[in-house]
């Protein structure tokens, strides 16, 4: 039996209608956070205060949504495989935040079955779609740059460190404090937690997944949302109330990690097919 056969790569139909549907859900809530940061309690499932949380929560959403707007139109499965693992860790976390945190919704209001029926789905659905579609990747069959050992050593070690804090800051919300440039409640430090370690998913991905084109996307998601996160501190200074070494090191850390994963989409998309040995 060939072992390449039905390594067609294509992106299932009952997982491009997903993402359809996933996309417009992002939209909607991007759209309500960050553009509306102040008015979550009569827009939104839940009051999320301060603004700056709500900002970054948008930030997340709209960046997720301009992925899944290309796994609708993508035609190779590779390509967009990784989100599915990613979404499934972050949607699980908000679901959890969600039981914790059942009373401080806002019962009643449209948006919070919008969000439970979401949330609930989710974590299960994501996995099975990706479970079902990933008979169809193709490998190493891919004819495509592989990102240096070197460069997948280091985005691992950045995921490695971001997602192990986003689960410390998950399990035990009051760690953020002190760490954290902005006020944060239970609620809120594990919402934050959740899109930290979808973007860590992404970097974590690295140790395991040597093709620049099973990477590509991601990378310039998370790179559009950590954009978005930097716009939305500089549209709500006033809520930076933490130490000035807090809003530093948050402010260092973004900083640094956009110019990285613009130097790689920038290096990597003017390399040629095959190994790299930077």
Known sequence: ???????????????????????????????????????????????????????????????????????WTSSRWHEVALAFVAATVLTTLLLVATILHWENFSHGHVSLWTWTVVYLLAPVVLPVLWWRNRRHDPGAGVSTTRVPTNVRRLAGAVGVVQVGAALAFFVVPGLATGWWPWDLSPLTTRTVSAFMAFVGVVWLAFLFEPRWSALRLHVESATIGLVLVGVGLLRAPDDLTGSGLAVALVVGVLVAVVAAAVGLLVAMDRAPAGELTW
């Open 1 to 71: 039996m060939n072992p390449n056969a039905g390594r067609d790569d294509r992106v299932l139909a009952t997982t491009r209608w997903t993402a359809g549907v996933v996309a417009l859900v992002l939209i909607a809530a991007g759209i309500i956070l960050y553009l509306f940061p102040t008015d979550t309690g009569r827009l939104f499932a839940w009051r999320v205060n301060p603004p700056m949380t709500a900002l970054a929560m948008g930030a997340g959403y709209l960046a997720g949504a301009t992925f899944f707007v290309r796994v």
